[in-house]
């Protein structure tokens, strides 16, 4: 069975970078027809889609992050992790890593879902 | 940026159908997929290419998408139903990956 697990500080200083890593036990990160995202929750809100990462390191983010976010694959370790850069108070939530299904094959057909879920982390940003 | 709506509550009584509106910009040319997220819990796909099922979940959770607008649909609801759910569709224009704002469903 697909496990997914997500590690990293709980407690972010504003302004320094959330670093966190995702760890995929049960199948191989560099399987096809799958990516591998992030996906946060702010406290009593809505999903955000932060961005996926192909095992080749084929990246897509939310233009509202791309310029803060960074996500990378590490194939010999299963992982794959997400960095942000600069982060306020706005950036406090549940941050969940997932795997994607492409079921056309093709990305940018834009029908892939998010079928397996890490149990999310809690980071807060705060001084 | 695209949007998608969705009620913010829903209430349906034990037994009944529950529908579930998503509604966006000509979203009945793009695919939906939908998720359930109950209190505490991490979000489980219900519904993805508009309307297959993953494996286990449920018959009564069907899907469609036309037009402007995608419907979760919920058959003979049960108490454990109750939870939140989410739409998911892909803006082209931008390239990302946006979700719905979210229904709250309830079985009174």
């Known amino acids: 069975q697909l496990q997914l697990q997500e590690s990293g500080p709980g407690l972010v200083k504003p302004s320094e970078t959330l670093s966190l890593t995702c760890t995929v036990s049960g199948g191989s990160i560099s399987s096809s027809s799958y990516f591998w995202g992030w996906i946060r929750q702010p406290p009593g809100k809505g999903l955000e889609w932060i961005g996926s990462?192909?095992?080749?390191?084929?990246?897509y983010y939310n233009p509202s992050l791309k310029s803060r976010a960074t996500i990378i694959v590490d194939m010999a370790k299963n992982q794959f992790s997400l960095k942000l850069r600069s982060v306020t108070a706005a950036d406090t939530a549940v941050y969940y890593c997932a795997r994607q299904s492409i079921y056309s094959g093709t990305y940018l057909q834009g029908d892939g879902a998010f079928d397996f879920w890490g149990q999310g982390t809690m980071v807060t940003v705060s001084s | 940026s695209y949007e998608l709506t969705q009620p913010p509550s829903v209430s349906v009584s034990p037994g009944q159908t529950a529908s579930i509106t998503c509604s966006g910009d000509k979203l009945g040319d793009k695919y939906a997929c939908w998720y359930q997220q109950k209190p505490g819990q991490s979000p489980v796909l219900v519904i993805y290419?508009?309307?297959k099922r993953p494996s286990g979940i449920p018959e009564r959770f069907s899907g469609s998408n036309s037009g402007n607008t995608a419907t979760l649909t919920i058959s003979g609801t049960q108490a454990m139903d109750e939870a939140d759910y989410y739409c998911?569709?892909?803006?082209?224009?931008?390239?990302?990956?946006?979700f719905g704002t979210g229904t709250k469903v309830t079985v009174l």
């Open positions: 990462i192909y095992y080749s390191g084929s990246t």
């Open positions: 290419q508009d309307d």
């Open positions: 998911q569709a892909w803006d082209s224009r931008n390239a990302y990956y946006v």
